[in-house]
């Protein structure tokens, strides 16, 4: 499996804000709460269409890259970055309650999200009784 961690840096003296994508060719362990927090100064980019060429380029590199399906995981409450997930094709699949602790103590509910990159390929055994399972 290839996980792929994506940061966006914004460059004040750069006419346009840029991304990096940056591989990592095994499962490792996640960003910690406060290694995932946004920098105040990003507020002004909101509604400016970043968000939607970021994630558009991550999109774009891994059907390049032949990856079947992309996951991420947003907090309930975000209505802003679901709506730009399902903007682009993402769908809920799972909710996760009291899934992430915070620093101060706390836990939070997460939501799973994916876009199937590879709709082509034949699916998984078939799940229920009597639909062609030998």
Not at 20 to 33: S, Y
Not at 50 to 57: A, C, P, Q, V
Not at 76 to 82: D, E, L
């Amino acid at each position: 499996m290839r996980q792929v961690t994506v940061v966006g840096k914004l460059y004040p003296r750069r006419s346009a804000p840029s991304g990096v994508a940056l591989g990592r060719d095994a499962p490792g362990p996640r960003l910690r709460d406060d290694a995932a927090r946004a920098d105040p100064s990003c507020h002004r980019y909101r509604s400016s269409g970043l968000g939607t060429r970021l994630l558009t380029g991550v999109i774009d590199w891994a059907r390049g890259q032949g990856a079947h399906k992309i996951v991420l995981e947003v907090w309930p409450h975000n209505a802003r970055a679901i709506g730009l997930y399902e903007k682009l094709g993402f769908v809920i699949e799972a909710g996760y309650r009291r899934h992430w602790r915070r620093r101060d103590g706390s836990l939070w509910d997460a939501l799973a999200m994916g876009l199937v990159l590879d709709e082509a390929s034949p699916g998984g055994p078939p799940t229920e009784p009597g639909d062609g399972a030998s």
